[in-house]
């Protein structure tokens, strides 16, 4: 009976053993210093000219978006090229808009195909600061508050 109980321990002990590595590795891929490289400030902005998105990047490089996310946050050089990259990826999306509107052609780009709606819904979604629908909210409050209100979120009158 004891030599049962030894080989059902050592058949559940190499699992249990699997399923803890598992879990290590697991964190280990999500750490962000582990995998960042600065060449991938270049790659990112290259990725983002082509109207790519900052969540496809991780695809690109290998790791979870949180890591991309926070290496935003760790490393001021990819933060730099993340906002540079974001500028093209506006671009990107102006002018074919533009191109569209007014008739123009885009080397390699048939511009009679491009959907205007998408890209006009590419605009207001990504670059919702810029191209977003804008709310006005009517309130009524004392001096203090209006006051209060103004100084909080910046507002002109």
């Not at 991780?58 to 935003?72: C, I």
């Not at 780009?109 to 205007?116: G, L």
Request: overall charge positive.
């Amino acid at each position: 009976m004891s030599d049962v109980k030894k080989a059902e321990v050592s058949c559940i002990l190499p699992q249990e053993a699997l399923e803890k590595e598992k879990k290590q590795d697991t964190k280990k891929e999500i750490v962000p210093q582990s995998r960042y490289k600065h060449e991938y400030c270049e790659l990112l902005i290259a990725h983002l000219k082509k109207g790519l998105t900052m969540d496809t990047f991780g695809a690109k490089v290998g790791v979870v978006r949180s890591n991309v996310y926070e290496w935003l946050k760790l490393y001021k050089d990819f933060n730099t090229a993340y906002d540079i990259g974001k500028q093209f990826a506006q671009e990107f999306f102006e002018a074919r808009l533009t191109a569209k509107i007014s008739g123009q052609n885009i080397p390699g780009i048939d511009t009679k195909k491009i959907d205007t709606a998408c890209l006009i819904f590419a605009l207001k979604t990504r670059f919702h600061k810029t191209y977003g629908d804008r709310q006005k909210i009517e309130y009524s409050a004392d001096d203090a508050t209006k006051k209060a209100i103004k100084l909080a979120y910046d507002v002109k009158e």
